[in-house]
């Protein structure tokens, strides 16, 4: 009697828990669809046909040339990615022109400190003089560690008959300029990693260990500006920040970081320009 | 007095329960040849279908979520935006419907950056 009220009892459990998926699978009826969302370009740049990546100013470690490897990589990137055609040319050294008009502007200003003035007035002058960086010269190129050291030579990019002229030289392009900064890094505290374990009958398990560990690493901050080259003026601009940290222990070189780092920011970058398809999948319901 | 009252709201509301029921019904129909015609690439028909289908019943959850992903994948991400929104609305507990959102909202932050500036024409 008992065994038989045993049965019964499995025998609904059972029954109960059929019921119970049935009725899941029956209320859920979904599919997994790949989508492709278009994303429009932030900019309309349908009026132009050319695009030039000038140059940029850049600061940093030493180890990479932000200028260089920036305009180059952008370049390859918009050939490859942009209906656009890109320009091929020398890599504009901004940070040289900039100087210069530093220079010009301060020479410019120099009668203007000669006349008389009070005492208190021209010790303010020559303190903001020693703050003014130092132009660049082929021979001493200015030091740039931080991104406040660029901020002075960054009225180039209103300086809109400077770029009408590059304009017109190149045929009215869309020109993308900017400022890099590529800077060492540095953070020590507590991270999470994953750690392969085995017990006394040798299986494995990964277990998360949480221990102290000192990183070095780089972080990149750039910001695109995108000029119109018929009008020198600017149409848009963009700010960008990544950072990428490795044990301490171990050595990566500055340039596989900077590629690194830069392959973040590159889809961002496009997508200002040019319509991007991001792939993805997404549950229909019914 | 009272008991015709009483009658009245128990008939209005008897018979509003088969219509509900009518309504759903209906919409389901047009949110399967929905999901039909999506699985075949085309997405304008679905479109047309799911808004049908919400139309018909503006209760239906799952309209508005298929819907939103039609308008994602047609790259109209504000309409996407409000669509996703109307169906955690209706469903805030559809893990699905969460799920589909999260996503979203990732491509859709991307584009709507703040930290990128337009500089209007002179």
Known sequence: MIGRLARTARTSRILSSIAAILLIAGCT???EIAVETPIKPKLDVSAFQRVLVAGFLAGGTDDVDGNLETTRLLR???????????????????????????????AKAEPARTEPAGEGKSEAKTEAKGEAP????????????????LEPYEHIFANVEYWKKIGEEYQNPLIVTGTVMFTPAARSGIVQREEEIYDSFG?????????????????????????????G??????????EVLYNANQSTPALSSYFELMDRLIPSFLSTLSSQKIKGTRVLLQ | MRTW??????????????????ARA???????????????????????RWERATQIDPTYAEAQNNLAIAYEHEGDLEKARVAYEKALELAPNNAL??????????????????????????
């Open chain 1, 134 to 149: 130092q132009p660049a010269t082929p021979d001493k190129p200015a030091t740039i560690k931080v991104s406040k050291d």
């Open chain 2, 97 to 122: 419907i969460k799920q589909n959102y999260e996503l979203f909202k990732e491509i859709n932050d991307r584009t709507t950056r703040k930290d990128s500036q337009d500089i209007p024409d002179p």
């Open chain 1, 76 to 106: 390859s990137q918009l050939r490859t990615k942009s209906e656009l055609r890109v320009i091929d040319t020398d890599v504009l050294p901004l940070m040289e022109v900039a100087a210069e008009e530093v220079g010009a502007t301060e």
């Open chain 1, 233 to 242: 003026t600017v149409m848009h601009s963009e700010n960008f920040s990544e």
């Open chain 1, 203 to 231: 299986r494995r398990r990964v277990v998360p260990v949480r221990t102290y560990m000192e990183r070095k690493g780089y972080k990149l901050a750039p910001k695109f500006i995108f000029i119109d080259g018929r009008t």
């Open chain 1, 29 to 31: 009826n979904y599919y």
């Open chain 2, 5 to 22: 009252v009483l009658t009245a709201l128990f008939l209005v509301s008897a018979a509003a329960a088969p219509l509900a029921a009518d």
């Open chain 2, 26 to 48: 209906d919409a389901k129909k047009q949110v399967e040849f929905g999901i039909t015609v999506a699985q075949r690439g085309l997405w304008r028909e679905a479109i047309y």
